[in-house]
């Protein structure tokens, strides 16, 4: 059973409203059929479909063989979802190795994929962030991640799920929603664009400056890039990890006077945390033109071409 007899009573209620799928039933989720963020109540109805596949990421190899929520398949983000020939930054897969992750996770062109993890989901929205690169269409996030699921009675298994291979093929390789270091340059005082810093406001101000990507050695510069606005990732949810309502999150957005009319660059300090914000304001409030820069600090702050800003008292 994977819930107590409590949740299996609301799931029966879920179940009787209707199931989703390529055969035609319209999905049932707390948030909407329609909806990229599914619940837990959702995600127990639809977690033995064959076209549905459940991803979990953020925890070490370890972690995951001890306790994960039944069906799910592994991906460690460190060394899977980073593109072994960048040392410099976390880029974004190249398209053979994405195929070859996907077609070992069993994933084909219609398969609903489902991400969570137990880190306010910032790693699901960079996995998220890859595949609609690659353009792959039905992509979901659990809201809240395993703590929600938890919370909710969902019982977690140590029973790895074996999966067929497929043979998976990109939609396509032009990465719409990447930037890079040229783009964000460009960017830089033009009317209509906003670059959002995702980091913690003591690195955004200069108070703090970040490392090197996979090293402790000190960015060669700090700060942030000039004209950018401040949304720390974190604070896009809620203490329990879901996320913040679209009303509260387009407030804040508005009061930086950031909307749906201009052009929007995330970066943070390795392309990870800015995930969430591109998610946000791409798949939440409808922002039609936003790309996350994937470079990030890791980059840009050991660039001989590129301006930081430092606040006066730093």
Known sequence: MIFCSAIRLRLTAVVLVGLAGISGVTLVSAQGSDSVLVSPDWLAANLERADVRLIDLGKRAGEFESAHIPSAQYVDWRTD???????????????DAFEALMSRLGIDADTTVVLYDSHSNRVAARAFWTLRNYGH?????????????????????????????????????????????????????????????????????????????????????????????????????????????????????????????????TYCHIGLQASTPWFVLTQLLGYPNVRLYDGSMAEWANADDTELVVDENN
Do not use: C
């Open 137 to 265: 269409s039905d992509i979901r996030i659990l809201d809240g991640g395993a703590p929600a699921w938890e919370a909710a009675g969902g019982e977690l298994t140590a029973e790895v799920m074996p999966v067929t291979p497929t043979e998976y093929r990109v939609g396509t390789a032009d990465h719409p929603y990447r930037a890079d270091k040229v783009d964000v340059q460009a960017a830089l005082g033009r009317e209509n664009f906003e670059i959002v810093d995702a980091r913690a406001p003591q690195f955004y101000t200069g108070e703090s400056g970040g490392s090197r990507f996979g090293s402790d050695e000190a960015n060669a510069k700090i700060g942030r890039v000039p004209g950018a606005q401040n949304f720390f990732w974190a604070d896009h949810v809620n203490e329990d990890g879901t996320y913040k309502s679209t009303e509260e999150l387009r407030a804040h957005y508005e009061a930086l006077g950031i909307t749906p009319d201009e052009a929007v660059i």
């Open 81 to 95: 979802l980073a593109d072994p020939d960048n040392r410099e930054h976390f880029g974004v897969l190249q398209p």
